[in-house]
């Protein structure tokens, strides 16, 4: 792992001190504008491979349904794209970032891999959904199996459709059911995550979030690059979906992260 974090650009800086203190405390972070050269690219592809792919869009976490893995959410209203991973080169920066890596390492104490990479898009009067964590069951605080990564490929605005979060949920050990709550109300501690297109949001899976509604005219679009422990079960299986040009344009420490060396 310190091998594939080093041929990566990843050293004991690449987070300061005090984004660490945050990300711990908060249970997110943001890191501003890190891809905005190439958000507009990224975006114009999504948008294709959700025509080209249409009804069919999002087969892939419907297919990890019933196997294990992290049950696929029924999401009404919203485009899901799944294994962006093998459907353009451009998408590796989101599985080999320094600055990302450096927040998976802090949070998963350099033990993870790729989960999934999925598109999803928010659409016109849709994108509310429950607090949840990406993971199954209350864990002690620190003892975390997955993070999370929400690439803003819009501007994420209070009108949109931005992720709410509710700040330090990941270290109390519950459930956002367990204080008796409808899940899919305000919350009176939740913040949204707001921020310019070209920024990520790092958020410990753990932390109680999820998608708000899209109150606008126009989809809300964001990348999760999700990673789980290297001993967890991805959400996509990186090995059965990696395809024969995906194995020849990616260095040995990238498909470490995939987990497809
Ligand atoms: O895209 C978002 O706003 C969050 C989505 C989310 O949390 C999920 O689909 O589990």
Avoid at 48 to 64: D, M, N, T, Y
Avoid at 209 to 229: E, K, L, M, S, W
Wanted: net charge neutral; hydrophobic share 40%.
């Amino acid at each position: 792992m310190n091998q594939a974090l080093t041929a990566l650009g990843v050293r004991d800086d690449t987070l300061s001190p005090n984004e660490k203190v945050f990300l711990d405390e908060h249970g997110y972070l943001p890191l501003e504008g890190i891809f905005a050269d190439q958000v507009e690219a990224l975006g114009a592809r999504l948008v294709e491979i959700a025509e080209e792919e249409g009804e069919r869009a999002g087969w892939e976490l419907r297919a990890s349904e019933g196997t294990g893995r992290v049950r696929f959410r029924k999401d009404p209203g919203a485009v899901r794209l799944g294994d962006l991973v093998n459907k353009d080169p451009a998408f590796a920066v989101c599985f080999t970032h320094p600055r990302v890596l450096a927040a998976m390492a802090h949070v998963l104490r350099r033990d993870f891999k790729l989960s999934s990479l999925n598109g999803r898009f928010a659409l016109p009067g849709h994108g509310l959904q429950p607090l949840h964590m990406d993971w199954r069951g209350r864990v002690a605080p620190g003892a975390y199996h997955v993070c999370n990564s929400l690439w803003l490929i819009d501007d994420f605005t209070e009108a949109n459709g931005a992720t709410r979060v509710v700040p330090g949920s990941h270290r109390t050990g519950r459930l956002p059911e367990d204080d008796g709550a409808d899940p899919s109300a305000a919350h009176p501690d939740e913040v949204l995550l707001l921020g310019r297109a070209g920024t990520v949001v790092i958020f410990n899976a753990h932390t109680w979030h999820g998608g708000t509604r899209n109150r606008t005219d126009q989809p809300r679009r964001a990348v999760h690059a999700y990673f789980c422990r290297r001993q967890g079960t991805p959400q996509t299986d990186q090995r059965r979906y990696a395809r024969p040009e995906t194995y020849a344009r990616l260095n040995d420490a990238a498909k470490f992260i995939l987990d497809i060396l």
